[in-house]
């Protein structure tokens, strides 16, 4: 029972919306009880899955409250407007990080804004065909789950709560408790039991008129200990109002601040392929993790054909990969060699988990080669040209390192002694043609980045000036960097592009608050994914990852969720792999088809949603 993430679009278009709703059909709907003290699981279930029948428009106002695990609280308060046979909504967010702060997103049907009335920030983007849904009543399918599309569009905790079945759609039970008023209206509470599980996730209390949750409580079953996460409160409900036209327009005194973007949903060019049967099918093989969510059982690394993405009927069965050692300890994605020959991979095969070893692994032979060993090793990068295994090392102490080996272990040496020692410690970010990328991990927003040459060592500052100390990353064909500059006073995120020497950089997306991660360049070096974390992410993270063309001209937003982990672009840059750790069903995979936006979850014969899916690389 987690936010509901996986969407198909050919579901989502079965409802049409009416143009406009008279105000005759508001007296006709039904007001009869369907809720009441003892609704049995199933009823309580399927009330919830068809409430959105039950009400044609709606308004309420509550507080929504996180409990931290140090005994602090953070609430704030949202109003909220729902109007969806004509696709409008508004919602009003405030003191959400201070009590002067207030932010506003409305759709008056062909546009959503998104705008923050104290800084003047505005982001629009078209309301997406897809979320014209109207009263919305989801499929139902057994282990995936539809959220609301209108929701998505809006994607606040309060505006959720309108929505019930987005709740209703996972497997356990529910059993009621007992009858109360909330703001004025009757209430059946409700317990829901995750299949499996005996502590209680949530807590509903549910309209007996329409099953709108009117207070929601979060517990901690995840993490074991049973405590109240957060609170959703209504205070003030009104269903099935006349809602007059200007709430859903921009503030007549709204002083707009410039963007150097507009965001929009829209599909966008992908990488040409040759014409013919084969050219449909994705290549490649995706190698990723499976974690069991019961005790008993071993992590297990497993391997599927490209195939599967863009032809799943035709998709062979999951594969698992032989590994010479049990996996107990965090693990990281494999990284694949330019030609997808091998991949390397930092794990240790002792019992307490050091020392870690450099593992080359041959998928043709399924041979594990140990090529290095020290106490720790970080994740390894490969070189543009497949030459070199680039990896951090830490002895545990403080000290750290970085290496360089070939793939077939020869050549291995440390290559960092020529860095300034006043900077210590380092990170690798990645490659540059020939040179490793780093930067000093001391606390601090600016200061130089190094280029080391792989070959001798030889260090030197990759650019004229110190600038914002950043991750920067080389796109494939080495003409640009991408890296997020943030300004820590006015906590302003810019995506930018700019050349190697520093010239020239081109802002792509701004953002207020929150993070960028990951930031990823496709195969042919045109556009970028990347991943931004609102302010939501202080107790009720929201996620979401747009794709940017590498001139700026061009952002689309493609995935909403609510954690996210890796982006992989597929081989061919028609694709991309989002790692979403806590999907309807558990940590899963998902895959976004850039020439449509349509969005489906990783599909293969003998592949079960029973377990967490996590750690996924694209072999080419």
Partial sequence: ???????????LTACSPAESTPASYFDNLPDVVILRADSNSEQIQQAMIQSAAKWMSLQMSGTITWFGTDGSTQAFQ?????????????????GMTNAADKIVKFSDGTTVYNLNLNSGLVETSSYPDFARVGQYIPPVGEGVAYPNPIWGQMGTPLSEMAFS???AQGGGAFKTVRLETIAGRET?????????QTQVAYK????????????????GVKDGTGALKSERVVTEVTYNQIFDANIFTLPSDFQQAV???????????????????????????LYFFLQPRQAGKSIQLARVSGACVSDPANCPPIQMVNVPFPFNFTINALSWSPDGKYAAFSYSDNTNGTPTKLWLFDPASGAWTSLAEFPYIDPPFWSPDGTWIAFRTQDGLGG???????RDGSELKSVSANLPVEGRPYIMDGWYTENIIMRSALPGSSGNIYLVRASDGTARPMFATPLTKAQFTASPDASLLV????????????????????????PLANFKGGSIYPIVWSPNSQWIAFNYYSSFTDGAPTAEVYIVSRDGRTLSSVYKGTTVGRLVFSPSGKYLLVEETTSATGGHLFLINLATLETNMLQASGLSTDYDWYAPSWRP
């Fill in 1 to 11: 029972m987690k936010r509901y993430l996986f969407l198909m679009l050919i579901f």
């Fill in 165 to 167: 079945s987005n709740f």
């Fill in 204 to 219: 509903f209390w549910l309209d007996t008129r329409t099953a709108v949750i009117l207070k929601l409580q979060e517990f």
């Fill in 483 to 506: 890296y997020d500059e943030y300004d820590y006073n006015s906590q302003n995120h810019i995506l930018k592009v700019m050349e190697p020497d520093g010239a020239n950089a081109v």
């Fill in 259 to 285: 963007m150097p973007t507009q965001v929009g949903s829209q599909p966008i060019g992908t990488e040409s392929a040759s014409s013919g049967v084969e050219a449909q099918k994705e290549a490649g093989e």
């Fill in 400 to 406: 750290e390192d970085v290496y360089v080996v070939r």
């Fill in 78 to 94: 949202e109003h909220t407007w729902i109007d969806p046979s004509n696709n409008r909504f508004k919602v009003e967010l405030n």
């Fill in 188 to 196: 059946l509470v409700v317990e829901w039991t995750p299949a499996s």
